[in-house]
């Protein structure tokens, strides 16, 4: 059995849940796949799930573990109250030079203690009024906007003072089925934006299914809704890991960012198949005529670049990925930064060298450093994350960017992440996270709000947006 929160419910409508994460007062998150419930005895029918993730009552689940993924059998009130778990402590105005230390620490891990930085990090309003939001950018125009992504399908405008826009940029509700993990989760400005007025989004669709599409700015500025131009559509099995992170490279390719497919403990296998577009980086040219899009020639599998592995889907950059909700190009080296949220233990942040693609990063082989769901497992041919954090400081990593902006000199050239659940602030030296290959991530702060993603402006500074509709922007002190 199990007793704590829920914190996410996933099912096709208001009346049924077949997915939910339950976090234990320990800190730690397990999913669980919903069963045949038993309803005797105090027994609760899912769609109550959904009332307990709004209310914080705490719950208690007993389940069974199938083909290694935890499934519901009954789950109840819980019958003693349990206390919420402990945020980890803010960093000190001069915070040590310790690495922050895990629970289990991996025992091949090599990771070197960083000298930690003179200064703490926080965060301060922005604007807020909005639903719930799953990203903020900008559209590299000189105009200073940032855009921000509401997850039920709408993109607002926001002024370089922080006044919001009341005009709509885009609408796009009548297609997006929100909720859960799904909704409007990803949008990139093409690189000529300022000339061709292309934009590219990330969405679930009515069916739960993922949408890539190019939209286009109409007449008055706005984006054009009916301009939409499908450019992939992937079917997902289930309702939760549906990535939606889209951006574009250094290279002037689109890079797109996929989850496994849901459930728990990838039970399709789709983090190490290459027959599937699911838990992947995805890369393709929207520049080349291809109808809807091109194949970039260096892609691993454009043209045999891995000939030890026969066959793989041309789309595929890098594999072995469980969600990859949030990641970034570090706008100085053009290096990719991925924040990739772990199962019941290990979150992970991967990274790569500027067109160094064709890597597997091991899911569902192993979480973080860790084998997964056994003892010892095969690691050749893996890339193992340069920076990891047990459950033991939060449930689910919201990946950042390398800070590139002018207002923190002494934080430039660090890579700056967050955790939905604790709300830690996290930094780690990019440059020597690469050469390395493996660093102890410095704690430098805490917010009181559950990070839902980063976003950067044009001149590289750095904001937080969450769930509850906020935006705020990363400070320094």
Not at 193 to 216: C, I, K, M, P
Not at 326 to 334: E, N, Q
Not at 441 to 469: H, K, M, R
Request: hydrophobic share 35%; with cysteine; aromatic share 10%.
């Amino acid at each position: 059995m199990a007793t704590g929160v829920v914190i996410t419910a996933d099912g096709p409508n208001a009346a049924e849940v077949n997915s939910f994460t339950l976090r234990t007062a320990n800190g730690q998150a397990l999913e669980f796949i919903v069963g045949r419930l038993e309803l005797g005895n105090g027994g609760l029918p899912s769609a109550h799930l959904r009332e307990h993730m709004v209310s914080g009552e705490p719950i208690t689940v007993s389940y069974h573990v199938e083909n290694g993924a935890n499934v519901a059998d009954r789950y109840t009130d819980a019958i003693v109250p349990t206390t919420q778990p402990t945020l980890a402590s803010a960093a000190s105005p001069t915070p040590t030079a310790s690495p922050t230390p895990t629970s289990t620490p991996s025992p091949e891990s090599t990771a070197p203690p960083t000298q930690a930085l003179p200064l703490r990090l926080d965060i301060e309003p922005f604007a807020d009024g909005f639903q719930a939001l799953t990203f903020v950018t900008n559209a590299g125009d000189g105009t200073g906007l940032l855009y921000v992504v509401e997850q039920r399908g709408v993109i607002w405008r926001i002024a370089p003072d922080g006044t919001v826009n009341q005009t709509l940029f885009l609408d796009i509700t009548d297609r997006v089925g929100s909720g859960g993990e799904r909704g409007l989760l990803g949008l990139a400005f093409h690189p000529g934006f300022a000339d061709n007025g292309r934009f590219f989004l990330d969405y679930t669709d009515r069916d739960g299914d993922t949408v890539v599409s190019e939209f286009e700015v109409g007449a008055d500025g706005l984006g054009a809704a009916d301009s939409e131009g499908v450019l992939l559509g992937i079917d997902q099995p289930f309702a939760n890991h549906n990535g939606g992170m889209l951006a574009f490279g250094p290279d002037g390719y689109l890079y797109i960012g996929t989850g496994d497919g849901g459930s728990a403990g990838d039970p399709q296998g789709n983090g190490q198949s290459l027959d599937t577009l699911l838990g992947k980086i995805l890369r393709i040219d929207v520049n080349s005529g291809g109808d809807p899009y091109g194949i970039p020639p260096d892609n691993p599998w454009a043209g045999g670049q891995i000939p030890e592995v026969e066959h793989g889907r041309p789309e595929i950059w890098d594999w072995g990925l469980r969600n990859p909700w949030r990641f970034s190009f570090d706008r100085a080296t053009g290096a990719l930064w991925i924040g990739d949220v772990g199962q019941g233990q290990h979150e992970e942040v991967d990274a790569e060298p500027a067109g160094a693609g064709g890597r597997n990063y091991g899911w569902n082989v192993m979480e973080a450093t860790h084998c997964y769901a056994i003892a010892s497992c095969d690691k050749d041919g893996l890339t193992l994350p340069v920076a990891e954090y047990s459950h033991r400081l939060g449930c689910s990593i919201t990946g950042g960017y390398v800070y590139r902006g002018r207002a923190y000199p002494g934080l430039v050239g660090q890579y700056v992440f967050s955790d939905y659940c604790s709300g830690n602030l996290w930094a780690i030296d990019a440059a020597e996270a690469i050469a390395s290959g493996s660093i102890e991530p410095t704690q430098y702060g805490t917010t009181e709000i559950n990070p839902t993603t980063f976003g950067e402006d044009e001149s590289g500074e750095l904001y937080v947006a969450n769930g509850s509709g906020q935006v705020f922007r990363l400070v320094a002190r």
